[in-house]
């Protein structure tokens, strides 16, 4: 009996351990829930005042650096709107700030002239384009030396003659044409600048014979500028060229115009140099359609018409 009495005695029960559990961390032990629940009674312990004095200073160096940034940003603004700017050597700055908006005027573009003008020409060159080159000329004298110059141009540019022409006017007068028919040999043989014959000695007599001849046609006409003018009617031919290739050196009309003038008794007028007289003087406006002289060339000889046709 003694030895069943230790086989039925009761059996201590055994104390089991927590088994490790495979995590992706690692092995390690799993906490109770009687443990979870003392920690979440626990007081929270304060944050140390490092790490706060450290996150004050990291948002204070933030703020500076942001600050800071937004005054590079201004100053950069501030460059861009106040900028030196060249212009004909001198420097001149623009030191008005444009308010959120504002738009500034556009600069206008350059000036449409005719092909034989370019940014290389003579000023003077580019004024004689501007203000006379095809303007309505009904002057005698003025006629007559703009039919010389014509003629001339076979030995000099219209530069050139235009850099002499105030010598050109006191040798010949003022292109009196009264006055250059009584030229006599030596008078002709005067006319030098800088000790040479202002032009050849073909051209100088050629001068002197049109000089006569244009008395002759102002005793038949009236006038040379009614001789001139009555070949276009009184009124500016008008050819409408856009581009320098379509000008011609000469034309039919220059043609026909050449021939009577001929047979008047007029020298050196051959097409070629009728037609640059009838450009010069206006009696065929000859500038681009898209040179800005153009339309101006001919609201002048509207107005000029208008005039005629009240006196």
């Not at 086989?7 to 032990?29: D, F, Q």
């Not at 600050?67 to 950069?76: L, W």
Request: glycine share 4%; hydrophobic share 35%.
């Amino acid at each position: 009996m003694s030895a069943l009495t230790k086989l039925r005695s009761p059996v201590k029960p055994m104390v089991v351990e927590p088994r490790a559990i495979l995590c992706s961390t690692g092995n390690r032990v799993k906490p109770s829930k009687t443990e979870i629940a003392a920690k979440k009674k626990k007081p929270q312990v304060a944050k140390s005042p490092a790490k706060s004095n450290f996150s004050a200073s990291t948002d204070d160096s933030s703020s500076t650096t942001s600050s800071s940034e937004r005054s590079s940003a201004k100053t950069a603004e501030s460059k861009k709107l106040i900028t030196p700017s060249k212009r004909n050597g001198s420097v001149t700055k623009h030191n008005s700030v444009a308010a959120a908006g504002d738009i500034l005027p556009e600069s206008p573009g350059p000036v449409k002239r005719c092909h034989w003008i370019t940014p290389n020409s003579d000023s003077i060159y580019v004024k004689f384009h501007d203000e006379e080159w095809g303007v309505p000329v009904r002057d005698d004298k003025k006629l007559f030396e703009l039919l010389v110059f014509s003629q001339a141009l076979a030995e000099f540019s219209w530069p050139s003659i235009l850099h002499k022409r105030d010598a050109f006017r006191k040798l010949f007068e003022d292109f009196d044409p009264l006055a250059i028919s009584e030229f006599t040999e030596k008078r002709l043989m005067s006319l030098k600048v800088n000790g040479c014959l202002v032009l050849s000695e073909q051209k100088l007599r050629a001068i002197v014979d049109n000089a006569k001849s244009v008395l002759k046609v102002k005793q038949e006409f009236g006038s040379f500028s009614n001789y001139c003018w009555r070949f276009v009617n009184h009124k500016p031919l008008r050819n409408g060229y856009r581009y320098g290739r379509q000008v011609p050196v000469k034309s039919p009309k220059a043609e026909y115009i050449s021939k009577d003038m001929m047979q008047r008794g007029f020298r050196c007028v051959g097409p070629t140099v009728i037609y640059s007289f009838l450009q010069v003087s206006g009696i065929v406006n000859d500038h681009l359609t898209t040179c800005f002289r153009y339309q101006e060339c001919n609201a002048e000889t509207e107005t000029e018409l208008d005039l005629h046709s009240i006196m």
